[in-house]
């Protein structure tokens, strides 16, 4: 299993880029890299998924270097309901989450 | 996506008494569910694996006797929580996985008086 090791938390502000490094330096030759969104007595909600280089979507991109070994999670222009704890799964054949990253975004 | 319901979206009981929490897989057959807990500002902690048609894989430290997992057909998993004490309120997710993807349901919050 890819263990997964991303910042506690983070703080932005309004408009601004924010980007979360996670880490899965175990992480398998087959295995994706995906990234969730959680609101507060919300199910997560799946935001992106990507295997090598980029991949862009309408609410965020996903870069992931040649090693494979990190992953960054790219939100453009953030807003406040943006708040929410954003999780990096290397899913395998048991879904274990990490800690995520819990993003604060200021007015 | 694929959609993924749980039943009751919350749920209030008195302590010994048992609840079941029910997830579907509305437009989509699951072979495999996941069942997690989550204690207020922490993660998502992996509770079971369920498998239509099987026993469920349940993780170290998880009570099988106390946390019934039932998988009856391709669209339902429950979670039965027997005997239930105050230390087994918490926010109870399900997820299923299509073709690689997970989706989640929209958790259970369990309160035991």
């Known amino acids: 299993l890819a263990k997964t090791t991303q910042p506690i938390s983070m703080d932005s502000y309004e408009g601004q880029e924010v980007n979360i490094t996670c880490s899965h330096n175990?992480?398998?030759?087959?295995?994706?890299i995906t990234w969730y969104q959680q609101f507060p007595s919300q199910g997560p909600r799946f935001i992106i998924q990507g295997y090598k280089t980029k991949v862009t979507n309408e609410v965020a991109s996903l870069f992931i270097p040649a090693d494979r070994k990190s992953s960054t999670l790219s939100l453009p222009r953030v807003s406040l309901s943006d708040t929410a704890v954003y999780y990096c799964l290397v899913p395998a054949a048991k879904i274990i989450f990490g800690k995520g990253t819990r993003l604060h975004i200021l007015p | 996506g694929a959609v993924v319901s749980q039943h009751p979206s919350w749920v209030i009981c008195k302590s010994g008494t048992s609840v079941k929490i029910e997830c579907r897989s509305l437009d989509f057959q699951a072979t495999t569910m996941f069942w997690y807990r989550q204690f207020p500002k922490q993660s998502l902690m992996l509770m079971a694996t369920s498998n239509e048609g099987s026993k469920a894989t349940y993780e170290q430290g998880v009570e099988k006797d106390k946390f019934l997992i039932n998988h009856a057909s391709l669209t339902l998993s429950t979670l039965t929580v027997t005997s239930a004490h105050p230390e087994d309120s918490s926010f109870y997710i399900c997820s299923a996985r299509v073709v690689g993807e997970l989706f989640f349901g929209e958790g259970s919050r369990l309160t035991v008086l």
């Open positions: 175990n992480i398998a030759t087959n295995d994706y």
